[in-house]
T-cell receptor, first 110, second 115 residues
Framework: DAKTTQPTSMDCAEGRAANLPCNHS???????VYWYRQIHSQGPQYIIH???NNETNEMASLIITEDRKSSTLILPHATLRDTAVYYC???????????FGQGTTLQVKP | DAGVIQSPRHEVTEMGQEVTLRCKPI?????LFWYRQTMMRGLELLIY????????DSGMPEDRFSAKMPNASFSTLKIQPSEPRDSAVYFC?????????????FGEGSWLTVV
């Protein structure tokens, strides 16, 4: 699975959009981009995933660049409860395992 | 639907004792994963099963660790003998490999402290 690079930490004001970047320059054509988050003391939680096209669900939007070498997770209206570690993971869709990096610690501030 | 269920949620044990962590995956899921999380090493995959068969145990730290999946609804992770460096949060996760099987669901973890 391709390696990902994320900033260690980010801050966001409550109510504003949080934009979390991820670089995956060695991504292969059959690899998907997945985002998970982990709120303190809880198990990781799936957010969204995509291959080429931008994706949106009730939690977030995923913007993937045309060359697929980077992506951005967007939380449109961040709340204090969105404070968590966000993991960007690249893997083959039906591959067995998720390998977690260090992620981005997002702090949403009042 | 019930999520992935882990037990115990918290355990404190003495060095040298045997520790058994238990996991019930989501009904119908046929892949199961055990992860360990520490501050120093983050989230590490220990082992995963497909259809009750261990597929990749390369993350199992050493022979003191063993995992079994006797049936589709139950798995154990055993540490014998336990050591203080085994103190961590152990997560179990599951998913289905059928259609729509992109999402891996995690339990709430078992917090292990070895003193």
């Amino acid at each position: 699975d391709a390696k990902t690079t994320q900033p260690t930490s980010m801050d966001c004001a409550e109510g504003r959009a949080a934009n979390l970047p991820c670089n995956h320059s060695t991504i292969s054509g059959n690899e998907y981009v997945y985002w998970y988050r982990q709120i303190h003391s809880q198990g990781p939680q799936y957010i969204i995933h995509g291959l080429k096209n931008n994706e949106t669900n009730e939690m977030a939007s995923l913007i993937i660049t045309e060359d697929r070498k980077s992506s951005t997770l967007i939380l449109p209206h961040a709340t204090l409860r969105d404070t968590a570690v966000y993991y960007c993971i690249v893997r083959v869709d039906l591959g067995g395992k998720l390998i977690f990096g260090q992620g981005t610690t997002l702090q949403v501030k009042p | 639907d019930a999520g992935v269920i882990q037990s115990p949620r918290h355990e404190v044990t003495e060095m040298g004792q045997e520790v058994t962590l238990r996991c019930k995956p989501i009904s119908g899921h046929n892949s199961l994963f055990w992860y360990r999380q520490t501050m120093m090493r983050g989230l590490e995959l220990l082992i995963y099963f497909n259809n009750n068969v261990p597929i990749d145990d390369s993350g199992m730290p050493e022979d003191r660790f063993s995992a079994k999946m006797p049936n589709a609804s139950f798995s154990t992770l055993k540490i014998q003998p336990s050591e203080p460096r085994d103190s961590a949060v152990y997560f179990c996760a599951s998913r289905t490999t059928g259609s729509g099987g992109n999402t891996i669901y995690f339990g709430e973890g078992s917090w292990l402290t070895v003193v």
